[in-house]
């Protein structure tokens, strides 16, 4: 058996054979500071994004759903995977009892697959949008949106093997962590190799045929608009699904080109981290301890902090607020110097209408 500490927040990958070894202390300052970072700002994002969609919760759409509930997986990868990491950093040792350990390991890996599986039924709703709006016109309002409810129950089920693989270990004499076992010489290589296939490879994968068929979609639909008012004789060689796609609204584009960033923003993130990931298991001389290693799986929760942004940048609510935060300071200004002047004016008529009497 050898004990691994496949830590997802701090993704520090940390081989403990023989004996427990000193850390680098200059590495674990850059880690904490980039943790802490990371940690308000997801916080802090994510729940402004939540509070602005729960005010509009009378005008909900299926997007703001999905985006809801995306901030609700952002959050846990905020308080449960790197805040957990953080207070791990700083005192050096997981402080807990056995059961906390197993929960926080548990809720981590829950994180990632639910900000991961939430962007992939997002990319699915919307590819049923632009490839088959009648379906989904037809499609009738339930009370409980099923994708989202899948990509929950996939997470809590899926993140289950982390209660039964992590534990309170003893890595030195009268020492104890929270780290995991695995039988060799498969088991560590299996466990990073099938979390890797199933929270990266097979959701992208999914994803990029849903993109692609949605490019297409939007490509027959706007040749077909282009050459509406030209010769029609074009339109019955397009493919049948053409005239499903003719009523793309602008709206819809423009969700689709969202979705299509946040896509990108999580392969950017977190495709570093599964490859660092896979190296460090598959490879006995990687090096696993040098700082590029361990900053480039820090970056991988970044794209907690990105997700919100995304959203309030394509939704126009983030340049809005501020716009109108400036505006309202201008008119507030402006007002009082109208109501100034007119008192002013008035003062002056009253001492002037009295010394014409006198």
């Known amino acids: 058996m050898s004990s691994f500490n496949f830590s997802n927040g701090n993704f520090s990958l940390k081989m403990e054979v023989t004996e427990d070894q000193p850390r680098d202390e200059s590495l674990a300052k ?19 994004l939540m509070l602005m969609l729960w005010k509009r919760r009378k005008q909900v759409s299926r997007m703001r759903v999905f985006v809801f509930h995306l901030c609700v997986a952002d959050l846990v990868v905020a308080f449960f995977q790197v805040c957990p990491q953080l207070m791990w950093d700083i005192t050096d040792r997981f402080i807990g009892p056995d059961i906390v350990c197993r929960l926080v390991k548990y809720l981590q890996v829950v994180g990632m697959f639910a900000s991961t599986y939430m962007i992939v039924v997002m990319t699915i709703d919307r590819y049923q949008a632009i490839c088959n709006p009648m379906v989904t016109f037809q499609r ?12 929950w129950v996939i997470s809590l089920t899926g993140s289950v093997p982390q209660l039964f693989i992590f534990s309170m270990v003893q890595v030195a004499p ?20 099938w979390t890797t296939l199933v929270i990266f490879v097979v959701p992208i994968f999914t994803v990029v045929i849903c993109q692609v068929r949605i490019c297409r979609a939007v490509q027959i639909n706007l040749y077909i608009k282009t050459h509406q008012d ?18 793309v609204s602008k709206a ?3 969700t689709v080109k969202m979705t299509v960033v946040i ?33 480039l799986m820090l970056l991988a929760s970044l794209n907690s902090c ?34 100034e002047a007119t008192l002013v004016s008035s003062l002056y008529m009253s001492f002037k209408s009295q010394a014409d009497s006198k």
């Not at 020492?175 to 990073?192: E, H, N, R, S």
């Not at 490859?275 to 590029?292: F, H, I, N, Y």
Request: net charge positive; proline share 6%; glycine share 6%.
């Open 30 to 48: 850059i880690e904490i500071a980039l943790l802490s970072v990371i940690f308000v700002s997801a916080a802090i994002l994510n729940t402004g």
């Open 174 to 193: 009268g020492v104890f962590d929270c780290w995991a076992d695995f039988i060799q010489p498969w088991g560590l290589k299996t466990y990073v190799t």
């Open 230 to 247: 030209g010769e029609t004789s074009v339109v019955p060689a397009l493919p049948s699904r053409a005239s499903s796609v003719v009523g």
């Open 263 to 295: 896509v990108l923003a999580y392969i950017i993130c977190w495709a570093p981290f599964f490859t660092v990931q896979l190296w460090s298991v598959w490879d006995q001389d990687a090096p696993k301890e040098t700082a590029t290693f361990t900053i």
């Open 252 to 254: 819809r584009i423009k």
């Open 306 to 339: 990105a997700n919100p942004c995304i959203y309030m940048l394509f939704s126009g609510q983030l340049p809005k607020k501020l716009v109108a935060l400036l505006c309202r300071g201008r008119s507030d200004r402006k007002d009082t110097l109208h109501e």
């Open 140 to 151: 009738r309002r339930a009370r409980w949106n099923i994708p989202v409810c899948v990509a």
